[in-house]
């Protein structure tokens, strides 16, 4: 057999070694946030496809504009301003791939190598990655249960200033955090909107879960509340829809919007989904949005019931008002990190909350996610953690 070829000379300077993860599930999934699959609105997308290949299909033989579907596009336009008093239109907006996408071809954007880039003191961990791997200096910012704390925020960027560093840019999600659950109150959004004003720093509101409340009263987006054109935003389809759709979308200033599209790869997202969605929009996909948040309210209220019943007062855990996360803290000295592989090979998997982290603290918390097991499931798999956990005796006595 001949020799292989060695590429390591030939690999760029910021190329990194990366692989194509694999999806692995647990009998007891609570990790990813996947939707309940028996809540997707499977008949509706069949017949939406149907309506938009009637009204469009012929198009499918053209490459679509780069920004996206227009129609789709001013779908959207019209329900931020409908739903989150946003005063944007179809060109203010490109589509992508995922909300995903548009947070990182933003992050590209907008950061350069040892920038610093503000985020809750506990923030997803797919857009902490992100902003790691384009080099951001990535600094957590204290919470309570309003969201982020106005002053700890004038604070760390009037001491990240002081050394010298540069703070590009404030990233929240504002709408049922994530993993922390709490939802910004308008107060708190209206503070972090002077402090950030304060010092010439944008905002960046990923809304990705904005549909997903089934209680409570809703709050205004931070891109209502500012005419300056300082907060730009992300949205998505994959929480309301399916994540399969991979379909977002990034609203931006133009100069910002025409920066981020040059990290874009592989042109215009799908028209074949673009479609679908449109003709959903144009259909049933507020109903679908009621009858999915219905089931889900009913999972959070199992899920909460289960570890009540499980761990008493040993843990505490947050009650959102919407979205798809549980936060537990367990009792200091707990290292869930440890025991994370071990105990999803036992059937359980989670995300310990050090994933989290910008500082990588946090293996007494855990992310539960509720969206995709049924409550039977949720039940059963949080005794069934509770009794992983005694029988490993990773409890501190």
């Known amino acids: 057999m001949a020799d292989q070829f060695n590429y390591d000379s030939f690999f760029s ?36 496809v149907r309506a938009g290949f009637e009204r469009e299909g012929r198009d499918l033989a053209y490459y679509s504009t780069a920004a996206g579907d227009p129609e789709l596009r001013k779908l959207v336009a019209e329900k931020l301003s409908r739903e989150r008093n946003m005063t944007v239109t179809a060109d203010d907006m490109v589509l992508t791939s995922g909300s995903g996408e548009a947070i990182g071809i933003l992050i590209q954007a907008l950061t350069d190598p040892g920038d610093v880039v503000l985020v809750e003191e506990f923030v997803y961990l797919g857009t902490l990655n992100q902003m790691r791997r384009y080099g951001a200096d990535v600094v957590g910012v204290k919470c309570d249960d309003d969201g982020i704390i106005p002053e700890t925020l004038d604070s760390v960027i009037t001491e990240q200033t002081g050394k010298g560093k540069r703070v590009k840019y404030l990233y929240t999600i504002p709408q049922f955090q994530n993993p922390l659950g709490w939802t910004m109150s308008l107060e708190r959004r209206k503070q972090v909107l002077d402090v ?6 944008p905002i960046f509101e990923d809304d990705c879960y904005a549909d997903l409340r089934f209680e409570g009263e809703d709050v205004t987006s931070f891109h209502s509340l500012d005419d300056t054109g300082r907060v730009v935003y992300a ?3 994959s929480k309301i829809i399916a994540p399969g759709m991979r379909m977002g979308y990034l609203v931006a200033p133009k100069p910002v919007i025409a920066r981020a599209w040059s990290f874009k790869s592989g042109g215009a997202v799908s028209q074949f989904t673009a479609l679908t969605i449109a003709e959903l929009m144009k259909g049933g996909l507020n109903q679908h949005i009621e009858v999915q948040n219905r089931a889900l309210a009913a999972k959070r209220d199992a899920m ?12 505490t855990w947050t009650v959102p008002q919407g979205g798809l996360y549980i936060w537990v803290k367990f009792p200091e000295g707990t290292d869930l990190a440890a025991v994370q592989e071990e105990i999803f090979h036992e059937g359980v998997s989670y995300y310990n909350g050090s994933q989290f982290s910008p500082t990588g ?3 007494n918390y855990v992310r539960l996610c509720f969206g995709h097991p049924s409550i039977e499931t949720i039940r059963d798999g949080i005794a069934e953690l509770a009794r992983i956990l005694d029988s490993k005796k990773v409890l501190p006595a």
């Not at 694999?22 to 996947?34: E, I, L, P, Q, W």
């Not at 950030?196 to 720093?201: A, D, L, M, Y």
């Not at 289960?306 to 040993?314: D, I, K, W």
Request: net charge negative; aromatic share 8%.
């Open 304 to 315: 909460v019931a289960a570890l009540g019943e499980n761990f008493g007062g040993s843990v």
């Open 361 to 363: 603290e946090g293996s």
């Open 235 to 237: 949205g998505s389809f």
């Open 196 to 201: 950030t004003g304060k010092h010439g720093i």
């Open 13 to 48: 300077a910021n190329s990194q070694e990366s692989t194509p993860g694999t999806v692995r599930h647990s009998k007891y999934d609570f990790a990813v946030a996947y939707p309940d699959p028996d809540n997707l609105p499977l008949e509706e997308l069949i017949e939406s």
